[in-house]
């Protein structure tokens, strides 16, 4: 499922407004507040369970969202972007990080290391 379409579904359910400053990051106090405006879509894909799930070093969840071109459409300023990594703190608020493709192999990789080691 891509952001395009998530965000189509979430819209023709319930239409939820943010505000957004002259760099699109949400001004809106809440959950999403000082994310890019992409986040509550990338979330939603989320929740829908159409990511990639990893565990860490500690074993918490890390959830990764490829990016395809219909949400480079929708989202420009994900144009150089490969994947998102969506953190939901204890305390409801939403994170997100963007990665090359790059960046995003690395990390993966990184957490592969981990686990080889963690299974000694």
């Known amino acids: 499922m891509n ?28 959950t999403f507040e000082g994310e890019p405006r992409y986040a509550p879509s990338i979330y939603r894909v989320i929740v ?7 565990f860490g070093k500690y074993g918490e969840r890390r959830d990764f969202v490829m990016i395809t071109k219909e949400d480079r459409k929708a989202f420009p300023e994900l144009c150089s972007v490969y994947a998102v990594e969506i953190y939901i703190s204890k305390q ?6 963007p990665y090359t493709e790059v960046e995003y ?16």
């Open 3 to 30: 952001l395009a379409r998530a965000l189509h579904k979430k819209r023709s359910k319930q239409m939820v407004v943010f505000d957004v400053d002259e760099n699109d990051v949400i001004t809106t106090p809440g």
């Open 48 to 54: 829908n369970g159409f990511q990639e799930k990893i």
């Open 105 to 120: 192999r690395a990390e993966i990789e990184a957490l592969e290391n981990i686990h080889k080691e963690q299974a000694r």
């Open 92 to 97: 409801g608020f939403c994170y997100s990080a």
